[in-house]
């Protein structure tokens, strides 16, 4: 089967965007896997599949891991899939809808897209946490990384707030909280440093994904927990390795909107081969 697909980034955090919208994707994990594989495949930190839209969205947005997961929430891909459908449909407002909720974009004058993630969930069994605990302080410590605060965005993140993110060991610590029996769900691993009330420098080590340039979701989470702590308030610029995002927790609705760049890297297609010569080749 030979499917066109499209490859875009926001922020540096690069998806491969497969159009399922008018013929189905057979689309198994060995075949994700493949796909995202930067060396055997087309490569990306998450394959994402348009499917139709129903009532009230303009599209269903799938989101994959380079593993084979399935997530409910990427921010920056959800910018880059409102831009594409935004453009086509030549309209500046749509709504994607997903596993987790239904967000609202917009398609700003400066090129920019606003995404509506809605409301954090802080409970305990939202995020999911392993058992009932207060999501401000989880007990897990190792090294210059303690006391991280959690939330869900859709997908479960923790933030450990450090002095330096340039000298914490991301690769060591994040796989090590990513799977910690506290997630049951595993869970994204945030590392921020305030920089100022309206500035964080951050990094996220994705869960099912590993470090990436960028984690849009991540953002969100990470002003959410920084402003709960009263380590800023509820706007701030967020640096992330490949660019910046704003990220605003709103009094009004106690929504979090997320703004930033989406951009077009190449377009080609790739044969999906059958899962029984992937098998194989692993
Ligand atoms: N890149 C993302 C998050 C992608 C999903 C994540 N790895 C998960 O498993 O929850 C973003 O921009 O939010």
Redesign the pocket.
């Known amino acids: 089967m030979l499917v066109p697909f499209m490859k875009m980034h926001?922020a540096g955090?690069d998806?491969v965007i497969l159009d399922g919208r008018t013929r189905a994707l057979d689309l198994t994990a060995p075949r994700i896997r493949h796909l995202a594989d930067r060396r055997l495949g087309i490569g990306c930190?998450?394959l994402i599949s348009l499917e139709p839209g129903s009532r009230g969205a303009d599209v269903f947005m799938r989101?994959h891991?380079p593993d084979g997961?399935?997530?409910?929430?990427?921010?920056?891909?959800?910018r880059c899939v409102a831009q594409l459908v935004g453009r086509e449909l030549g309209r500046d407002r749509i709504t994607i809808r997903t596993i987790s909720g239904d967000l609202p974009s917009v398609l700003n004058a400066d090129d920019s897209i606003t995404v509506d993630l809605g409301a954090p969930r802080l409970d305990w069994d939202q995020v999911p946490l392993g058992a009932e605990m207060d999501t401000l302080h989880l007990p897990l410590a190792e090294g210059v990384a303690r006391d991280p605060a959690a939330c869900s965005?859709?997908?479960?993140?923790a933030t450990f707030f450090v002095d330096s993110v340039a000298a914490t060991p991301i690769t060591s610590l994040g796989p090590r909280f990513e799977t910690d029996a506290l997630f049951p769900d595993?869970?994204?691993i945030g590392f921020a440093e305030i920089l100022s009330p309206e500035r964080i420098r951050l990094r996220?080590w994705?869960?099912?994904?590993g470090l990436?340039l960028?984690?849009?979701?991540?953002?969100?989470a990470t002003l959410v927990n920084a402003a709960r702590r009263g380590l800023t308030g509820r706007r701030a610029e967020m640096i992330l390795d490949g660019g910046k995002l704003i990220i605003e927790w709103r009094e009004s609705n106690g929504h979090v909107l997320m703004t930033g760049p989406a951009e077009t890297s190449f377009t080609g297609s790739i044969t999906l081969p059958p899962d029984a010569a992937l098998e194989i080749a692993a």
């Open positions: 926001g955090n998806f930190d998450q989101i891991n997961s399935e997530a409910g929430a990427c921010g920056n891909a959800t965005m859709g997908n479960p993140h595993r869970a994204n996220v994705e869960r099912g994904a990436t960028a984690c849009g979701s991540g953002a969100c």
